[in-house]
């Protein structure tokens, strides 16, 4: 039985699509989520998050991605190609177009359980054509594995500002502010924050890292 957790902002269209989900018995609908302040906890029970992104606000899209720590398929994915590509570098790993029948949105759940990939043509064109693109070659360095949460934080990092500043900018706490940069510092395969915003600098990520920049700060 694979749980499924629906995600969206409008309550009737996750009530409709947990009684359509329903009619799988593999499948079992264990909650379905509109409140920022449920998603962890409605992401803990769950094999699939199904994430209705036509409904969802994007902060709201990325504190999915960001809390939660199980395959993800987005529903009626923005049609952007900017937008469908954060998703997928954010950790989105099936995408099922608004206009699709029941059946697919099944067949990506299922596929999504077995950490499998699915997307229609549009989204795997946007996808090849960004992989190929002169900008976004998958360097070793691990800079093109950044979320855009990541990149939001090292940003900040180059400006000079302190764990602490930078969890009062974003609006988050911490030690979530810890975790993002030691998971940049694995990513990036780096040291320190100075070596994390030098490699990013090389990249053209950052432009000139800030002068600013306390080089004594730690990541932990």
Do not use: W, Y
């Given at each position: 039985?694979?749980r499924v957790?629906l995600?969206?902002g409008?309550?009737l269209?996750?009530e409709?699509?947990?009684?359509?989900?329903?009619?799988?018995?593999?499948l079992?609908?264990?909650?379905h989520v509109?409140?920022?302040d449920?998603?962890r906890?409605a992401?803990?029970?769950?094999?699939?998050?199904?994430?209705?992104?036509?409904?969802t606000a994007p902060?709201?899209?990325?504190?999915?991605v960001?809390?939660?720590?199980?395959?993800i398929?987005?529903?009626?994915?923005p049609?952007?190609?900017?937008t469908?590509?954060?998703?997928?570098?954010?950790?989105?790993?099936?995408?099922?177009?608004?206009?699709?029948?029941l059946?697919?949105?099944?067949?990506?759940?299922?596929?999504?359980?077995?950490?499998?990939?699915?997307f229609?043509?549009?989204?795997g064109?946007?996808?090849?054509?960004h992989i190929?693109?002169?900008?976004?070659?998958?360097?070793?360095?691990?800079?093109?594995?950044?979320?855009?949460r990541?990149?939001?934080?090292?940003?900040?990092?180059?400006?000079?500002?302190?764990?602490?500043?930078?969890?009062?900018?974003?609006?988050?706490?911490?030690?979530?502010v810890?975790?993002?940069?030691?998971?940049?510092?694995?990513k990036l395969?780096?040291?320190?924050?100075a070596?994390?915003?030098?490699?990013?600098g090389?990249?053209n990520?950052l432009g000139?890292p800030?002068?600013?920049?306390?080089?004594s700060?730690?990541?932990s």
């Amino acid at each position: 039985m694979i749980r499924v957790c629906l995600i969206g902002g409008i309550r009737l269209t996750r009530e409709g699509l947990g009684a359509l989900i329903g009619h799988d018995d593999r499948l079992e609908v264990t909650a379905h989520v509109g409140r920022d302040d449920g998603i962890r906890v409605a992401g803990g029970f769950a094999d699939v998050v199904v994430l209705d992104a036509s409904s969802t606000a994007p902060q709201t899209m990325r504190r999915v991605v960001e809390e939660t720590r199980v395959p993800i398929v987005a529903l009626a994915p923005p049609g952007d190609e900017a937008t469908v590509i954060a998703l997928a570098q954010m950790g989105v790993i099936a995408f099922v177009e608004g206009e699709a029948c029941l059946d697919e949105l099944v067949a990506a759940i299922h596929r999504a359980a077995r950490n499998e990939a699915t997307f229609p043509p549009r989204v795997g064109t946007a996808l090849l054509h960004h992989i190929s693109s002169p900008g976004s070659d998958r360097a070793a360095d691990g800079t093109a594995e950044l979320t855009m949460r990541e990149r939001e934080v090292i940003r900040l990092v180059a400006a000079g500002l302190s764990n602490k500043e930078i969890g009062a900018r974003l609006c988050i706490e911490l030690g979530t502010v810890k975790n993002h940069v030691h998971n940049i510092l694995g990513k990036l395969q780096v040291n320190g924050r100075a070596a994390a915003v030098t490699r990013l600098g090389m990249r053209n990520e950052l432009g000139r890292p800030s002068r600013d920049l306390d080089l004594s700060r730690s990541f932990s």
